[in-house]
């Protein structure tokens, strides 16, 4: 099976800082080993034992959409590919985007 992480930046950073003031000390984050030690739980877990594990990538976002992908889903939904809950999504988005240009043009 292969193996995609994608990882919350600010959650995951929150949720560490939480961790750092639990236990009274702060430890620096090595983001080169963060990869293997979800794929190491995943691999100690009886879900994904039997399972030959293939690390793809890891991806770290900030749950903001760019422009960019934004033309990206459009694009795709241009060339036929019909799905309503992406279409649903997309003119979300669009909204979004629109009371976003409004608060910082104000």
């Known amino acids: 099976m ?4 994608l990882i919350d930046a600010k959650n995951f950073e929150q ?3 939480n961790l750092c003031n ?3 000390e ?3 984050i090595d983001f080169y080993k963060i990869s293997n030690f979800i794929l190491q739980y995943l691999k100690n877990n009886v879900q994904y034992k039997e399972m ?5 990538r890891t991806y770290f976002y900030t749950g903001e959409y ?7 889903i459009e ?7 019909d799905n309503k809950v992406v279409n649903d999504l997309l003119e979300l988005t669009a909204k ?6 409004k608060l910082y043009i104000l």
Not at 2 to 5: M, Q, S, W
Not at 75 to 81: E, F, I
Not at 96 to 101: G, H, Q, T, V
């Open 22 to 24: 639990n236990r009274k």
């Open 26 to 28: 702060f430890r620096f």
């Open 66 to 72: 760019s422009e960019n992908l934004l033309q990206k």
């Open 52 to 56: 030959s594990l293939e690390h793809l």
């Open 15 to 17: 949720g560490f800082f």
């Open 2 to 5: 292969r193996v995609l992480i």
């Open 96 to 101: 979004l985007n629109a009371i976003i240009y």
């Open 75 to 81: 694009k795709l939904l241009a060339d036929g590919y």
